[in-house]
Nanobody, 126 residues
Framework: QVQVVESGGGLVQAGGSLRLSCIAS????????VGWFRQAPGKEREGVAC????????YYTDSVKGRFTISRDNAKNTAYLQMNSLKSEDTGMYYC???????????????????WGQGTQVTVSS
């Protein structure tokens, strides 16, 4: 049984930082790309960043470039999203997902991601 679990969300002031973690089990984690998505209330889900299975490729949506960094540790079946200089518009539920194959291409397309976590809430106060 595949499980994907996010953690690290919380309430932070604008300009602050958070580090999200995503732990996957029940699958060959190192064979899949990992993506982070977010969804704000009343808005559509948005692809934030992805990382290829071997870390050779990453992608960021324009609004987070230079502020967010995606990484992974395949030995620990874990992916991370370091979020710096947070803004109020970064508020939302953040989801981690594993891609159907190993590739990271942008913009992220949710239908290419098979296993999803339950999400972790990020709230940025201004």
């Amino acid at each position: 049984q595949v499980q994907v679990v996010e953690s690290g969300g919380g309430l932070v002031q604008a300009g602050g930082s958070l580090r999200l973690s995503c732990i996957a089990s029940g699958l060959r984690f190192g064979a899949y790309a990992v993506g982070w998505f977010r969804q704000a209330p009343g808005k559509e889900r948005e692809g934030v960043a992805c990382i290829r299975w071997d870390e050779t490729t990453t992608y960021y949506t324009d609004s987070v470039k230079g502020r967010f960094t995606i990484s992974r540790d395949n030995a620990k079946n874990t992916a991370y999203l370091q979020m710096n200089s947070l803004k109020s518009e970064d508020t939302g539920m953040y989801y981690c997902a594993t891609e159907l194959y190993g590739f990271c291409t942008g913009p992220l397309r949710a239908y290419e991601y098979k296993y999803w976590g339950q999400g972790t809430q990020v709230t940025v106060s201004s």
